[in-house]
């Protein structure tokens, strides 16, 4: 599978982004697709992830009620609207694939190039 992000930049606290995942060259071990990210200094956490084909989603307690990930089959994009970002949420956003659901980047199988979300108080 082959996964492009984009729509990453800088907001104002409170402001809204929207990042989208280009997806191509499904097999059969990328049934979920998820957003991860990664700040300075620590680790890649989980933000939110959707069952490909069930539509079944799944989000970190840090980000529930502001974004929202959503996929679409026919456009084969992966976005996530983020709202009301806060400057914790700046890092740099990836999408990545996971044959099952998960929470850690480990389980993710295929990545892609990652987007900076920059969010200034």
């Known amino acids: 599978v082959q996964l492009q992000a984009s729509g990453g930049g800088l907001v104002q606290a409170g402001g809204s982004l929207r990042l989208s995942c280009a997806v191509s060259?499904?097999?059969?071990?990328?049934?979920?697709m998820n957003w991860f990210r990664q700040a300075p200094g620590e680790e890649r956490e989980f933000v939110a992830g959707v069952v490909w084909r069930e539509g079944k989603k799944r989000y970190a307690d840090s980000v529930k009620d502001r974004f929202t990930i959503f996929r679409d089959s026919a456009k084969m994009t992966v976005d996530l609207q983020m709202n009301n970002l806060k400057p914790e949420d700046s890092a740099v956003y990836f999408c990545?694939?996971?044959?099952?659901?998960?929470?850690?980047?480990?389980?993710?199988?295929?990545w892609g190039q990652g987007t900076q979300v920059t969010v200034s108080s």
């Open positions: 060259g499904l097999t059969t071990s990328d049934n979920v």
């Open positions: 990545a694939s996971s044959s099952r659901v998960v929470t850690l980047a480990a389980g993710a199988v295929s």
